[in-house]
């Protein structure tokens, strides 16, 4: 009989601190209730204390899903227990996650403390969690770089006060593979009562080992594997929820399965990578665009003869349907809303429907098809309607031998503005266009450009870093023109500081 192991994802938690990666309630509902779909046991919804839109979206997010377990996050500190026990109390299963680092680095620097301190604010707080769920969760933060025979005494005493998960997160990624799954096996034979809790993993990949740090801790006894869609999470990212689920959906002899339905896997890829503006890599394993593309004369042939030369995995099996609807000028409405359905975007207002299905119109004017990343991207962006500051019209000069210039309309709260420039290029054309209107001290950081497929009328996809008064805001923009894409993904940096 196979071991059960239970999916925690934390891409609305650890995945959302991702700068400029930020959801709002309703787009986290949407990601919640996908998750819901896929399979995930654990959802950890936030951390309440932190902000009144962490708390509300843990609150309403408890509403809208049904059976995975909630899980919100908290310091061991009872103020943050109280809230986080406030923010649960719709969830039909609800779990409260709390803890504290147990490193020596953690012990002496953060908190100014000693060993035997931090296991009695360890206890104290799994026992004040205790007072409101049966459920709860205990972090022992940098266990990867905690002395083992310590981290054991934490992990015991936390059992003991009735943590039913302990989790042991390699919190900056330092851990090789064959260190952290000793780390789960010593504990798994040196933590008196450890069959009363369940031990969890938490890899960071800052060395590139999240995925496979995490799997030695599952191989040496580990049963909950936290991780994120599209491996997105602080600095390097986090354990890639798709990565664990295929290697253990394709090594089926190590007898682990998880309620997972792979086959939902890309399209919530699709749908996280739009939502928070954050492209997947191409190579990206299982999900990026070119998981599944042959480019080798070799292993072309291979593949033609029998596909099982290259290929491991049966495209379906991840949510690849190579027979889907495409979408033209000529699709209607319900074509499109099928496909938004499809990549879990469930649009039952009409009006916005008849929004996207213009944008729609446009874009499959300019393009022969639209892909599941287009209708993503249209349904995901903002609304220009509720912007202060609108892209009315953009006229660009430029050429090989010739100076660009541009001359650029601008709608600013019902207020018309006209401007024109010269630059050194025609994006440059066109920002410096924009900036005779908008005249405030502002510094482009980053510019990154992402076509969404790879046709010459594709839509590029465009992220941008602007500093202002001290501050980094972070903006998107998407057009088949780059460059009013481009000027798209400035004019969002400017409403998110409110320039008026």
Known sequence: MSDRLFIFDTTLRDGEQVPGCQLNTVEKIQVAKQLELLGVDVIEAGFPISSPGDFNSVVEISKAVTWPTICALTRAVEKDIDCAAEALKYAKHKRIHTGIGTSDSHIKYKFNSNREEIIERAVAAVKYAKKYVEDVEFYAEDAGRTDNEYLARVVEAVVKAGATVVNIPDTTGYCLPEEYGAKIKYLMEHVDGIENA??????????????????????????????????????????????????????????IDTNINTTKIVPMSRMVSS???????????????????????????????????????DPKDVGLDDNAIVLTARSGRAALKYRLHVNGVNVEDEEK?????????????????????DVLMLAGADSADKHGVQLDWLQVTTGKGVKSVASIGLNIAGQKFEAA?????????????????????MNLKEFTIQAIDKGSDDVGKVHMQVEYDGHVYYGFGADTDIVTASVEAYIDCINKFKVR
Do not use: W
């Open 198 to 255: 369940r031990i969890s993993t938490h890899c960071h990949n800052d060395l590139g080992m999240a995925t496979a740090n995490t799997l030695q801790g599952v191989l040496n006894g580990a049963r909950q594997v936290e991780v994120t869609m599209n491996g997105i999470g602080e600095r390097a990212g986090n354990t890639s929820l798709e990565e664990i689920a295929m290697i253990l959906k394709c090594h089926k002899h190590l007898n």
């Open 275 to 313: 939502l928070m503006n954050m492209p997947v890599q191409p190579n990206k394993a299982i999900v990026g665009r070119n998981a599944f593309a042959h480019s080798s004369g070799i292993h072309q042939d291979g593949v033609l003869k029998n596909v099982q030369t290259y290929e491991i995995i």
């Open 353 to 373: 429907l008849d929004k996207i299905y213009k944008k729609f119109l446009q874009l499959a004017d300019k393009k022969k098809e639209v892909t599941d990343e």
């Open 421 to 441: 420039s010269s630059g050194n290029g025609p994006v440059d054309a066109a920002i410096r266009a924009l900036k005779k209107v908008i005249t405030k001290e």
